[in-house]
T-cell receptor, first 117, second 115 residues
Framework: GAGVSQSPSNKVTEKGKDVELRCDPISGHTALYWYRQSLGQGLEFLIYFQGNSAPDKSGLPSDRFSAERTGGSVSTLTIQRTQQEDSAVYLC???????????????FGPGTRLLVL | AQSVAQPEDQVNVAEGNPLTVKCTYSVSGNPYLFWYVQYPNRGLQFLLKYITGDNLVKGSYGFEAEFNKSQTSFHLKKPSALVSDSALYFCAVRADSGGYQKVTFGTGTKLQVIP
């Protein structure tokens, strides 16, 4: 079956421009995560969507970052007025959460490599 | 707040030797614990998880991890390292509590297996 897909795979933009990154989770997965991974660094949590609950936005680094998830499926991460320090790989993951006792294995997409010049 | 610590940025081990990648965690209540691996130029892949039951969990590619509640640790181990095991390894934790909780990842440990 299809895994998590992300687009574009690579994005080069100029400082100050807005970018949109897309994530298509595995069909039926109710939880969706966005992470950022800078070169040689660990995973930085950005935002978490779970079903119809309010998203956990505690990881978004500034108000230039926002994300939405339409219809409980596809998600878009938007970065406004990009800065050079936004350059990183942006990873999306989804998981199937069955209630409070969920065994939440995450399935990751290939990532979008963003370069801000 | 829950957290994960991977105290070693990098671990070097000779091929054929046993390897250990360390992970400690902090969480309210019982933990769900995970290991993920990221091979060069490839996406993150699930390796193994501890939910409940036996403290020794076996996963993919011959890896195993031991849950130690008293030491709040979940170290990743393999009896005999392969060069192909060289990758970035991430430990993650989630609280086993009511409602929906996000998963917290460690900063990662780079494993270098030397031929």
């Amino acid at each position: 079956g299809a895994g998590v897909s992300q687009s574009p795979s690579n994005k080069v933009t100029e400082k100050g421009k807005d970018v949109e990154l897309r994530c298509d989770p595995i069909s039926g997965h109710t939880a969706l995560y966005w992470y950022r991974q800078s070169l040689g660094q660990g995973l930085e949590f950005l935002i978490y969507f779970q079903g119809n609950s309010a998203p956990d936005k505690s990881g978004l680094p500034s108000d230039r970052f926002s994300a939405e998830r339409t219809g409980g499926s596809v998600s878009t991460l938007t970065i406004q007025r990009t800065q050079q320090e936004d350059s990183a790989v942006y990873l999306c993951a989804s998981s199937l959460v069955r209630g409070a006792g969920a065994q939440e294995t995450q399935y990751f997409g290939p990532g979008t490599r963003l370069l801000v010049l | 707040a829950q957290s994960v610590a991977q105290p070693e940025d990098q671990v070097n081990v000779a091929e054929g030797n046993p390897l250990t990648v360390k992970c400690t965690y902090s969480v309210s209540g019982n933990p769900y614990l995970f290991w993920y691996v990221q091979y060069p130029n490839r996406g993150l892949q699930f390796l193994l998880k501890y939910i409940t039951g036996d403290n020794l969990v076996k996963g993919s590619y011959g890896f195993e991890a031991e849950f130690n509640k008293s030491q709040t640790s979940f170290h990743l181990k393999k009896p005999s390292a392969l060069v192909s095991d060289s990758a970035l390894y991430f430990c993650a934790v989630r609280a086993d509590s009511g409602g929906y909780q996000k998963v917290t990842f460690g900063t990662g440990t780079k494993l270098q297996v030397i031929p």
